[in-house]
């Protein structure tokens, strides 16, 4: 069986997103220099007050960092040990976990992209967003749209700063849709999926990217694989 390196990261700072759900910033701790591929997850180890020892995988939220930082996007799970301890750590206090794993990260080449994400289905994608908007050669002469679903308002996570990266680049586009909106929300009302076909139309010459519980990644994929879309185009990974 293959043996993977064990870290240490200590908690900076969290930030709550919603009732239930925060952002949590960490440093890796004793390394130089901890590098991970946008998209890609950690197995976060604990004990449980029990004895028993539990893992989980969670997306990093994060690009690379120089500093060897990254974040999670965690929602508080009813009766779940591990989102519960994360959710509650104070700053300062430490984690142990192994990583980074996954293929779920940009794949060459660049070209026009749709991300599609519900809930903390986010978090890879914020990662690969913000390293592809990063630098100019990462995204120039390429359209980027985030179709971000959520149930209310104040589930839109990154709100503001998805905002701002949109207003900065002309080549990005935010675009939320609320399955539960309030009567005086003027965005877009519905599913992700129901506006898909606005994005891409009729073309399969893009890439997707799309993040979240199983029933919408199907549907996704469903309707661009009925375009005919070409499997190796549509990245998927799905959060049950």
């Not at 900076?12 to 952002?23: A, D, G, I, M, Q």
């Not at 300062?92 to 994400?117: C, E, Y």
């Not at 179709?147 to 900065?168: M, S």
């Not at 005919?228 to 990245?235: H, K, L, P, T």
């Amino acid at each position: 069986m293959a043996q993977f390196q064990s870290f240490e990261a200590r908690v900076l700072r969290t930030v709550p997103l919603s009732e239930f759900t925060k952002h949590i910033e960490l440093g890796v701790s004793g390394v130089a220099h901890f590098g991970f591929a946008p998209g890609q997850w950690l197995s976060v180890k604990a004990t449980t007050p029990d004895g028993e020892e539990m893992t989980r995988a969670y997306s990093i939220a994060s690009p690379p960092s120089e500093n060897s930082h990254f974040a999670f996007c965690l929602n508080r799970v009813q009766d779940g040990y591990m989102s519960n301890y994360l959710c509650n750590l104070d700053t300062g206090a430490q984690i142990a976990f192994q990583g980074p794993f996954g293929n779920f990260i940009l794949h060459p080449p660049a070209r026009d992209t749709v991300f599609i994400a519900t809930g903390t289905g986010i978090a890879p994608l914020r990662s690969m967003l913000h390293w592809l908007l990063a630098e100019p050669d990462r995204h120039q002469e390429r359209q980027f749209w985030l179709l971000f679903g959520a149930r209310r308002e104040q589930d839109i996570y990154y709100r503001e700063e998805f905002e701002t990266l949109a207003a900065k680049h002309a080549n990005f586009h935010f675009l939320p849709t609320l399955s539960r909106p309030e009567a005086d929300w003027n965005g877009r009302r519905g599913y992700v999926q129901e506006h898909l076909p606005e994005i891409v139309g009729n073309r399969t010459d893009m890439h997707a990217y799309i993040c979240g519980l199983a029933k919408m990644v199907k549907a996704n994929r469903d309707f661009l694989k009925n375009l005919g879309w070409d499997r190796s185009s549509i990245r998927y990974e799905r959060y049950d």
